[in-house]
T-cell receptor, first 115, second 114 residues
Framework: AQSVAQPEDQVNVAEGNPLTVKCTYS??????LFWYVQYPNRGLQFLLK??????LVKGSYGFEAEFNKSQTSFHLKKPSALVSDSALYFC?????????????FGSGTRLQVQP | DGGITQSPKYLFRKEGQNVTLSCEQN?????MYWYRQDPGQGLRLIYY???????QKGDIAEGYSVSREKKESFPLTVTSAQKNPTAFYLC?????????????FGPGTRLTVL
């Protein structure tokens, strides 16, 4: 069975500093990987995805993520954090060979950006 | 959140009651999903549907039921058999052609049992 791990419940970073939110996955075969962001009492917003190709994926709001097959990781990064980036971030995975195409989500990482 | 609406935003249920959560999308997406979100547990799949009049159980379907009579609508009923229904419920949809893998989410319904 596939799984996603987000090892940090919370990440604190100062505004203007680079941020990283970690994600590792376990899945048979090649994965499709996603990052979503959730603001309080809101639905999830799609940030970016990796399907194939370049290991560095660029997404919305200046975020990017690096796919590392050997480390089975897909860490979310941003060069310069903003206070408005403070939110809950979810990593998700979908194996290529699953018929239902449903996503398996990590438990989420709360990002707190201090001014 | 655009294109997917969920109602109500907040819902309160008494013990023993069934309640229905609405999910409507105008994105012309074929597949629709219901997830449950609990603090510290991420999202868990309840039910999904890839075409009208067909749906499949997800990982935590017990105590829930769905219908898919129209492409645009995928209501979720939380029955009295669901022992711990207090949670945030999220509906999502996805195309079956083109960008087939990205799911788009509604704003959610927060259900509280009184």
């Amino acid at each position: 069975a596939q799984s996603v791990a987000q090892p940090e419940d919370q990440v604190n970073v100062a505004e203007g500093n680079p941020l990283t939110v970690k994600c590792t996955y376990s899945v048979s075969g090649n994965p499709y990987l996603f990052w979503y962001v959730q603001y309080p009492n809101r639905g999830l917003q799609f940030l970016l995805k990796y399907i194939t190709g370049d290991n560095l994926v660029k997404g919305s709001y200046g975020f990017e993520a690096e796919f590392n097959k050997s480390q089975t990781s897909f860490h979310l990064k941003k060069p310069s954090a903003l206070v408005s980036d403070s939110a809950l971030y979810f990593c998700a995975v979908r194996p290529m060979d699953m018929g239902r195409r449903a996503l398996t989500f990590g438990s989420g990482t709360r990002l707190q950006v201090q001014p | 959140d655009g294109g997917i609406t969920q109602s109500p935003k907040y819902l309160f249920r008494k013990e023993g009651q069934n309640v229905t959560l609405s999910c409507e999308q105008n994105l012309n997406h074929d597949a629709m999903y219901w997830y449950r979100q609990d603090p510290g547990q991420g999202l868990r799949l309840i039910y999904y549907s890839q075409i009208v009049n067909d749906f499949q159980k997800g990982d935590i379907a017990e105590g829930y039921s769905v219908s898919r009579e129209k492409k645009e609508s995928f209501p979720l009923t939380v029955t009295s058999a669901q022992k711990n229904p207090t949670a945030f419920y999220l509906c999502a949809s996805r195309r079956l052609a083109g960008d087939r893998d990205t799911q788009y989410f509604g704003p959610g319904t927060r259900l509280t049992v009184l």
